[in-house]
């Protein structure tokens, strides 16, 4: 079953880690552009950032630039993101997501809390 699995969200004060991962069930990450997106209570959901399936080029969001980076292992199927420094305006649910033809594939989420 095609799948994409979150996780590694969790509680953080300022300027803390954490790093993120999306675990692909039947799908082979490295033949798509896979993204983060995030959601705020209230807000739209938002891309935060991408790797692509060709170079590993990469994408990342202003707000974001300088403290977050994605990247992928291919041997165990998952893509990361790896978020420093963290703010409060950085606390949503986060989606991994990846495009197939017509077709959006999202997980389920998993929730960064920035507090202090």
């Known amino acids: 079953q095609l799948q994409l699995v979150e996780s590694g969200g969790g509680l953080v004060q300022p300027g803390e880690s954490l790093r993120l991962s999306c675990i692909a069930s039947?799908?082979?990450?490295?033949?798509?552009?896979i993204s983060w997106f995030r959601q705020a209570p209230g807000k739209e959901r938002e891309v935060v950032s991408c790797i692509s399936s060709s170079d590993g080029s990469t994408y990342y969001a202003d707000s974001v630039k300088g403290r977050f980076t994605i990247s992928r292992d291919n041997a165990k199927n998952t893509v990361y993101l790896q978020m420093n420094s963290l703010e409060p305006e950085d606390m949503a649910v986060y989606y991994c997501h990846l495009k197939r033809g017509l077709l959006d594939y999202w997980g389920q989420g998993t929730q960064v809390t920035v507090s202090s």
């Open positions: 039947d799908f082979t990450v490295a033949w798509y552009i």
